[in-house]
C-alpha cells in the first residue's frame, strides 16, 4: 500500500510568517496534487505538478515536485488568515493511476 | 449551479440500518469517484467508475454498493451500518480517469457526514 506522509500534522502561526508542508512517500509518482479543504467542504486543487524537480508558484504558494517524485513541499510565504485549512497532497501512479491521498496538514494562521 | 452535489448533507442513523448517498455531477464528466474521510482527516478512495464501469474497488467491505445509473450520477449504498462507518463521505468526478494530470481536475462535493450510533 503506497502511503503519503505529510508534515507537520498541525501548524499554527502568526499572520505574516512563512511555513513548509511536507508530502513524503516511499513510491514513485507519476503526478502530485495538493488540495485545501476547508471545514465543511471538499477538498479543491490548488496545483498538479507532474515533472521530478518542477518548481510552481501561485502567488504566496511555492510548490516542489521531488527530483525522484516521491516528494514534494508546499512553501507558503507571509501567511494570511485565508490562507487556514487542511492542505492536502495526492499522487497518482499504477495501471488505473489510483490516487491516493496524504495524511494531511492542518494548518491555521492566526491574525 | 453546484458542480458535485451529494444529498443528504448530514445522515444520523441507528447501527444495522440501511442507508443511501447520492451524488450528481453537471460538468459532463466521464469518471466519478466515492471517498471516505475518517476522524483524523485521512482521505481514502473506495470506488471509482469511468462512463458507468467499475474501475476501481479498495478493500471495502461488500455491505457498501455503488450503483452508477448513468455517468452523471454515482450512489453510494450501505447495508447493514455499523460504529465504523462513521465518516464523512465524498463523491468527486473528473474529465477521465487518468491519473492527476493538467486536465484531469477532480472535483469534489461537499460531503456527506454520516453517524452511526
Known amino acids: 500500500t503506497q502511503l503519503l506522509e505529510q508534515s507537520p500534522q498541525f501548524l499554527s502561526i502568526q499572520e505574516g510568517e512563512n511555513l513548509t508542508v511536507y508530502c513524503n512517500s516511499s513510491s514513485v509518482f507519476s503526478s502530485l496534487q495538493w488540495y485545501r479543504q476547508e471545514p465543511g467542504e471538499g477538498p479543491v486543487l490548488l496545483v498538479t505538478v507532474v515533472t521530478g524537480g518542477e518548481v510552481k508558484k501561485l502567488k504566496r504558494l511555492t510548490f516542489q515536485f521531488g527530483d525522484a517524485r516521491k516528494d514534494s513541499s508546499l512553501h507558503i510565504t507571509a501567511a494570511q488568515p485565508g490562507d487556514t485549512g487542511l492542505y492536502l497532497c495526492a499522487g497518482a501512479s499504477g495501471g488505473y493511476q489510483k490516487v491516493t491521498f496524504g495524511t494531511g496538514t492542518k494548518l491555521q494562521v492566526i491574525p | 449551479d453546484t458542480a458535485v452535489s451529494q444529498t443528504p448533507k448530514y445522515l444520523v442513523t441507528q447501527m444495522g440500518n440501511d442507508k443511501s448517498i447520492k451524488c450528481e455531477q453537471n460538468?459532463?464528466?466521464?469518471?466519478m469517484y466515492w471517498y471516505k474521510q475518517d476522524s483524523k482527516k485521512f482521505l481514502k478512495i473506495m470506488f471509482s467508475?469511468?462512463?458507468?464501469?467499475?474501475?476501481i474497488n479498495e478493500t471495502v467491505p461488500n455491505r457498501f454498493s455503488p450503483k452508477s445509473p448513468d455517468k452523471a450520477h454515482l450512489n453510494l449504498h450501505i447495508n447493514s451500518l455499523e460504529l465504523g462507518d462513521s465518516a464523512v463521505y465524498f463523491c468527486?468526478?473528473?474529465?477521465?480517469?487518468?491519473?492527476?494530470?493538467?486536465?484531469?481536475?477532480?472535483?469534489f462535493g461537499a460531503g456527506t457526514r454520516l453517524s452511526v450510533l
Open positions: 460538468l459532463g464528466h466521464d469518471t
Open positions: 468527486a468526478s473528473s474529465q477521465d480517469g487518468v491519473g492527476l494530470t493538467f486536465k484531469n481536475i477532480q472535483y
Open positions: 467508475y469511468n462512463n458507468k464501469e467499475l474501475i
